[in-house]
């Protein structure tokens, strides 16, 4: 079972990150982080060792599966992958 990582944005700088298990029910949920990043960062510590592998939605995309590890330490180039695919996936729309 793979955990999901959502990540959504409120505001320019307000961010809610929810991490689920596999049943599509939230486990962890973070209100008012700063960045995408911190949300990355904040998610990861959540899973631990645990799990080797997230899945990451972004404004209710899903934007692949990461290694936690990744996500964990390399959190700004993670966050900065998301905007750009997001930013992709919008002008092909």
Known sequence: MQP????????EK??????????????????????IAECLQDAAAVLGAEFSFATVIFDRMTMGSYPVA???????E????????????????
């Open 70 to 76: 990744t996500i964990e330490h390399r959190a700004l």
């Open 14 to 35: 307000d961010f809610v990150s929810c991490v689920g298990v596999g049943d599509g029910s939230r486990r962890y949920e973070s209100e008012g982080l700063c960045s």
């Open 78 to 93: 993670v966050a900065d992958e998301l905007l750009t695919k997001t930013f992709g996936r919008r002008t092909m729309d």
């Open 4 to 11: 999901a990582i959502e990540i959504t944005q409120r505001g």
